[in-house]
C-alpha cells in the first residue's frame, strides 16, 4: 500500500463506480438449437453434496442430478460439461449466463421462481433439523436451544431462519460440505439439512445424532433462466419422458432407493413452463 | 484418508500451481504495462495506474474474484469458470506487479536515464537495454514474495467454486471426516511450493545487500 | 437473457452491511492487536540465548508465511477441536488473523532492531545519555519510524482478508453481504458494493496510520 495517494483512492472508486455501467448489455438467450450447435451442455451442479451431486475422490462428478443431467444430454445427442458451484453460487451462475442448466438439487421455492425458471419437478426432499439423539427435541421452539449450521443459501437456511425462535445462533457456512464438517468437529450441536444428511454424519460421528423436526416436504426441479422457453419446453419434455419410459426410476433405484414420488401437477407460486 | 484421496489433493495441486502460473504470467505482462505506465511522466497515464493499482491493493482479493466471476459473465462474456478465475488473478497480480516494477524503475539512478538520452536512445531503447535490465535485478525478491502470496491467494478461488487444493481439502476432509490430517496434508503441500520460493527470495535479497554495502 | 442491474435489494441492506463493517473493524483490530504481541515476543524468543526457541520462532514465520491464510483458518476452525481445543468463529478468526499478521510482523519487527547501528547506542552513552534515553531516542523511535510504512500496510492487507473469515461464518461484511445475496441472488450488485466499501474501510485505516505517523514519526522541522 505504498505511497497511496487520496486522488489514486478516488480515481480508484471512480473507476469502480464506472464498471456497472459497462454491464448493462444483455448475455444472450440460449436455445436447444444453439446447444446442439455447440455440441456441449454446460450445467451448473453441486460439488460437495452427496448423493445429490459429488466429486469423488477420483475428481469425477457424480451423483442423482449428474445422471438426470447426463440423461438430458443424450436426449439431445450432446455432450455434458459440469460446473460444481457453490450452494449460494447456484442461481448467479445461471443468471450471469456462465452455465446452460442447473441441475444442483434446486428446491422448488416461489422466492427462487421469481429470479430462475423451474422445470417440472424430477425429485423429491424433506428439509430436516438434526440434533443430539439424547435430546428430547419435539417443536420449533427446541430449536432455540442449539448452535445451528446451514449451508448459506440452502433451502435449509431458510426453513431454520425462519422457523427457529428469535435470538437462535445460526451459522451459515459456504456449503453442505463445512456445515456437515462444523457438525462433526463439535462447532454446533445441530444441523439444518436435508434427508441425505444423516447417511454423511453417521460416518463422522456414529449414533450421536438423529433427525428430530420435519420442515418441509419440497421438489427438485431444473433450472433455466427466466424468459428462455424453448430449453423450458426441452426439459419438460424430457422429464416427462424418463417419468414415462421408466429412467427415473433406474436414478432413483440407484441413489434414493425407494420408488418413484408423486409430483404435483403445480406448485404454490412456482410455474413449471416459461412464458 | 488413502491413496484415491491423496491423487485427488495432487490433481488440485495441479490446478493451483496452473493458476499461480497463469496469474503470474498474465500478471507479469499486464504489471509491466502498469508499471511504464505508472512511470511515463504522462499525467493522465500516471493517474489511471495510479487508481487502478489502489482500487487492487484497497480491496480484498476475495472481492476482486467475486466481481471479475460474476462480472465478466454479465458483459457477455462467457468463459469456462477457470478462465474467469484466471482472469481474476491476472488483474490482481498485475497491479501489485506494477506497484513493485515502478518502485524498482524508479530506483535506478536518473543518470542513468539522463546518459542514454544524451546518447540519443529512444524510448524503447532506453528502457528495454538501459532501464528494465536494472530494475528487474532490483525488483527480483519483491518480485517473488509476490508470487508466494498469489500461490496462496489462489486458495480463495476454492469459495468461488472452483476445485484447487484447498477445495479439493475440503471434499476430501468431508469424505474422510478426517480434518486434522486432510489439512494438514493441504498446508505441508503448500508449504512445499511457497517455500523453496521464500528462500530463494530471500537469498537473493541479502546478496543485494551485501552488494549494495 | 437481459440481465438487468437492481440494487435494490443492496439498498435495503445497507443498515445491515454498515453495522458489519463494525465487525471488519473489530477482527481487524483484534488481530492487529494480536499480531503486535506476537510479532514483539517473537523478536525477542527470537534472539534468545536458547536454540530451540530460536528455531521454534523460525519455524513458526516460515510455516505460516507460506501458507494460505485460508488453510489456516480450517485448520484452527475444523481440526483443532478433535485435538480438544474449541473456539468459536470470531475469537477464531482474531486468532487466525493475529498469527498470520504476527509472523510478518517478526520480521518487519526484526529488520527495525537490525537497522539500529550500535555505534548510534555508544554515540548516545558517549554523549551522556541515559540508558533509558538511549532506548527511547536512539532505539525505539528511530526504529519505529523506519517499520512503521511496512508494518501499517502489513496491517491494512489483514483488514482487508478478514474478508476470508467468512468461511467460517464469523461476523463481518463479506459474511453480512453473502446473506443479502443468497437472498436477492443479486451477486454482481452487493459485491460491487462492498467492494467499495472495502475501499473506504482500507482508506479510513491509511488515513489513521499516516496520522500516527505525522504526529509521532516525523522528523523535527528546524
Known sequence: MTRTTRRSLLAAGAAALALPALLASPAGAVTPAEIKARGKIIVGIQGDNPPWGFVTSAGKQDGLDADIATLFAKDLGVAVEFVPLEVNNRIPALTTGRVDVLFATMAMLPERAKAVQFSKPYVANTIVFIGPKKDKITSNEDMGRYTIAVAKGAAQDTQVTKNAPAGTVIRRYDGDAPSIQALVSGQVQAIGGNIFYMQRIEQGRPGEFENKLEFQNLYNGACTRLGEKEINAALNAFIDKIKANGELQKVYDKWMKVPVHKFPDSLEGVPFTAN | ?213 | MNYRLDFTPVIEGLPDLLLACLGTFGLALGGMALAIVIGVGGVILRDSRIAPLRWLVKGFVELVRNTPFLVQIFFIYFALPLAGVRLDPTPTAILALGINGGAYAIEIIRGGVQSIGKGQIEAGLALGLHRGQVFRLIVLKPALRAIFPSLTSQFVLLTLTTSVCSAISAYELTSVAQRIESESFRSFEVFGTITLFYLVISWVMMRFFSAISQRYFSYPVK
Request: with cysteine; proline share 3%.
Open chain 2, 1 to 213: 484418508m488413502g491413496e484415491a484421496e491423496f491423487l485427488f489433493l495432487l490433481t488440485g495441486l495441479k490446478w493451483t500451481v496452473l493458476l499461480s502460473l497463469v496469474g503470474f504470467a498474465g500478471g507479469g505482462i499486464c504489471g509491466l504495462a502498469v508499471a511504464l505506465m505508472r512511470s511515463s511522466g504522462i499525467a493522465p497515464l500516471e493517474r489511471g495506474t495510479a487508481g487502478y493499482i489502489a482500487l487492487f491493493q484497497g480491496t480484498p482479493l476475495l472481492m476482486q474474484l467475486f466481481v471479475v466471476y460474476y462480472g465478466l459473465a454479465l458483459v457477455g462474456l462467457k468463459l469456462d469458470a477457470w478462465v474467469a478465475v484466471a482472469i481474476g488473478f491476472t488483474l490482481h497480480a498485475s497491479a501489485y506487479l506494477g506497484e513493485i516494477w515502478r518502485g524498482s524503475i524508479e530506483a535506478v539512478p536518473r543518470g542513468q536515464t539522463e546518459a542514454a538520452k544524451a546518447l540519443s536512445l529512444h524510448y524503447v531503447a532506453r528502457m528495454k537495454d538501459v532501464i528494465l535490465p536494472q530494475a528487474i535485478r532490483i525488483s527480483l525478491p519483491a518480485t517473488i514474495g509476490f508470487l508466494v502470496q498469489l500461490i496462496k491467494g489462489t486458495s480463495l478461488a476454492a469459495i468461488v467454486g472452483f476445485t484447487e487444493l484447498t477445495r479439493a481439502g475440503n471434499i476430501v476432509s468431508n469424505q474422510t471426516f478426517k480434518p486434522l490430517l486432510v489439512f494438514g496434508v493441504v498446508g505441508i503441500l503448500y508449504f512445499l511450493l511457497c517455500w523453496p520460493l521464500s528462500l530463494y527470495g530471500a537469498h537473493l535479497e541479502r546478496r543485494m545487500a551485501v552488494a549494495a554495502r
